[in-house]
C-alpha cells in the first residue's frame, strides 16, 4: 500500500473512533492473505460496517471487482455492510454501498465524483448519527 492510501485509512480510522465507532485497519487487505479483507471493519452496537478504501487526485476511480467480491464475500460472513470509501482531492468523505457501484466492461467498477456526490452518503450518515433525505 502506498503511503496515501494508508493515510487515508488511518484518517477514517480516527473519524470512526472520534464518532464512538470500534475500528480497525487490516493492512493484510493488500495481499497477504487469501483470505478476502476489506480495509477497515468498524462499528459501534447499531451498525457493522466493512469499508474499502480508495483515494485519488482525479475525478474518478477504477476498483477491481476481485476487491468489491471480497468485500461482498467478507461483509455477508462477517455480518456487515459492504461500502467503498472514497476520498477525491479537496472534498469530503463519501460512501457507496456497492449495489450503487458502476460496473465496467471489463467487469471491474468505475466511481466518479458526480455518483460519488449522487448516490453516496455523508460520514454521519454511514454511522446512522444524521440520516439525509435524499430526492430521486
Excluded at 61 to 82: M, Q, R, T, W
Aim: proline share 3%.
Amino acid at each position: 500500500m502506498n503511503k496515501k492510501g494508508s493515510r487515508v485509512e488511518r484518517e477514517l480510522v480516527k473519524m470512526l473512533w472520534n464518532a464512538d465507532c470500534a475500528a480497525m485497519r487490516a493492512p493484510a487487505s493488500g495481499g497477504a492473505t487469501k483470505k478476502p479483507l476489506p480495509d477497515i471493519i468498524a462499528g459501534n452496537g447499531k451498525v457493522y460496517l466493512a469499508i474499502e478504501v480508495k483515494s485519488t487526485s482525479a475525478d474518478y476511480i477504477y476498483i477491481n471487482s476481485d476487491k468489491i467480491v471480497g468485500l461482498i464475500e467478507f461483509s455477508n460472513i462477517f455480518g456487515a455492510e459492504p461500502y467503498l470509501g472514497a476520498k477525491f482531492k479537496n472534498k469530503n468523505w463519501r460512501f457507496l454501498h456497492v449495489s450503487d457501484l458502476i460496473k465496467t466492461r471489463g467487469d471491474n467498477y468505475k466511481v466518479d465524483v458526480d455518483l460519488a456526490f449522487s448516490k453516496g452518503i455523508e460520514f454521519d450518515e454511514l454511522i446512522r448519527k444524521d440520516i439525509q433525505v435524499k430526492f430521486k
